[in-house]
Each structure stands twice: as structure tokens, then as C-alpha cells.
T-cell receptor, first 116, second 114 residues
Framework: AQKITQTQPGMFVQEKEAVTLDCTYDTSDPSYGLFWYKQPSSGEMIFLIYQGSYDQQNATEGRYSLNFQKARKSANLVISASQLGDSAMYFCALNEGGGSQGNLIFGKGTKLSVKP | DSGVTQTPKHLITATGQRVTLRCSPRSGDLSVYWYQQSLDQGLQFLIQYYNGEERAKGNILERFSAQQFPDLHSELNLSSLELGDSALYFC?????????????FGEGSRLTVL
């Protein structure tokens, strides 16, 4: 089974609107971390936001927030007030074992295009 | 700038050849990870080193090997190259100890095998 599933290969959003990128995960480990990374066309991977499995509140970082629904095993990324510079690939990733020293398992990504 | 340095940025070579990709982690980071990003497989974890020792292994082919040196830089060696090895190879590093577990990625080395 896929550990991380991103069902939206591509998304469009109008500039200044909010957009939600979906991510579901599969793990039996009670301690895990969920990450979102952005990959612009230039290729580098940019860390956006992190949610630990024991965190009581949803993570927020500026215009990024993570809608964490543990029972549904979903960790959707919400980008508010989209900007043209948000156009990029977005990857959801899972770290089993508490978000400490471990490798990340990535989903296949969602390509977000922001329209002016 | 993540602080992780990868060289070369681009590399074009022929099937059957051998290449070495180099990574310098962020200052103070002890862990180095190698990932391969291809159109077919997406982002795949290859191998992790921690302070010179192999810590975890992912989907790394036997034709590939890596090491981390005493100065903590790492090299990924790819041999007997095939067309399917064409990909973007990322190195990432993370700080020591327990923490968020965020990985800091380099800009990648784009390998083209002709």
C-alpha cells in the first residue's frame, strides 16, 4: 500500500484565493511526522510545514496551514491568499518514528498553478 | 539557500560509465540522506549516513554506493550507468539529536545518461 497518497496531479487556483492540496497517509506507527515541501521549477526542495502525530493543534506557518485529521489519516495543506510565486510542485511526506532522525517517504506530488 | 551544497549541478554521460556525486551538508549537521527523483518513480530515498556510519538503506541499487567521510561530506557513486538512471539526485542533511526531523535539501545534481 502507498504510504503517502496525493490524489490531485494538478490544481489551478486564482491569485489571492485559498487552495487545499490533499494528502492521505498510511502508517501503523503511533509516532510519526508529516511534512510538506515545495519544489519550484528551478528544482530545489523547500520545507514548508511540519505536523507531529501527537501535536494537538494544526500547524501553521505564515500563509500555510496543515489541516490534520488523524482519524481520517489526512494531512491537507491549505495555502491562503495564493500568489503567482506559489506555482510549483508540492509534496507531502511521512516520517515514521516520531519525526526524528529518519528518512522521508514522499507522495507523487501535486502541481499547483496560480492564475493571475 | 539551504546550506547544503551539491556538485556537479549537471552531468551528462554515457551508458556503462561511472560517476560520483558530491554533497556537503549544512554546518553542524551529522546526517546525510540521498534521494533520487525520476519521472517514473518520483522521489525515492536511497541511503542515509550519520556521522560516517550507514544508518538506513532504501531503494538503492547494488550498482550504487555511498560513503560519508570524516569531514561529513558524502559521495554517491553510480556505476554501470543505464538510461533509467537519468534523474535528479538530491542530498539532504538534518541536525543531530531529536527534533522536527526537517530535511534541508541541496539543489540537486541532474544526471543524464545517453
Amino acid at each position: 500500500a502507498q504510504k503517502i497518497t496525493q490524489t490531485q496531479p494538478g490544481m489551478f487556483v486564482q491569485e489571492k484565493e485559498a487552495v487545499t492540496l490533499d494528502c492521505t497517509y498510511d502508517t501503523s506507527d503511533p509516532s510519526y511526522g508529516l511534512f510538506w515541501y515545495k519544489q519550484p521549477s528551478s528544482g530545489e526542495m523547500i520545507f514548508l510545514i511540519y505536523q507531529g502525530s501527537y501535536d494537538q493543534q494544526n500547524a501553521t506557518e505564515g500563509r500555510y496551514s496543515l489541516n490534520f485529521q488523524k482519524a481520517r489519516k489526512s494531512a491537507n495543506l491549505v495555502i491562503s491568499a495564493s500568489q503567482l510565486g506559489d506555482s510549483a510542485m508540492y509534496f507531502c511526506a511521512l516520517n515514521e518514528g516520531g519525526g526524528s532522525q529518519g528518512n522521508l517517504i514522499f507522495g507523487k506530488g501535486t502541481k499547483l498553478s496560480v492564475k493571475p | 539557500d539551504s546550506g547544503v551544497t551539491q556538485t556537479p549541478k549537471h552531468l551528462i554521460t554515457a551508458t556503462g560509465q561511472r560517476v560520483t556525486l558530491r554533497c556537503s551538508p549544512r554546518s553542524g549537521d551529522l546526517s546525510v540522506y540521498w534521494y533520487q527523483q525520476s519521472l517514473d518513480q518520483g522521489l525515492q530515498f536511497l541511503i542515509q549516513y550519520y556521522n560516517g556510519e550507514e544508518r538506513a538503506k532504501g531503494n538503492i541499487l547494488e550498482r550504487f554506493s555511498a560513503q560519508q567521510f570524516p569531514d561529513l561530506h558524502s559521495e554517491l557513486n553510480l556505476s554501470s550507468l543505464e538510461l533509467g538512471d537519468s534523474a535528479l539526485y538530491f542530498c539532504a542533511s538534518s541536525p543531530p539529536g531529536q527534533g522536527v526531523g526537517e530535511l534541508f535539501f541541496g539543489e540537486g545534481s541532474r544526471l543524464t545518461v545517453l
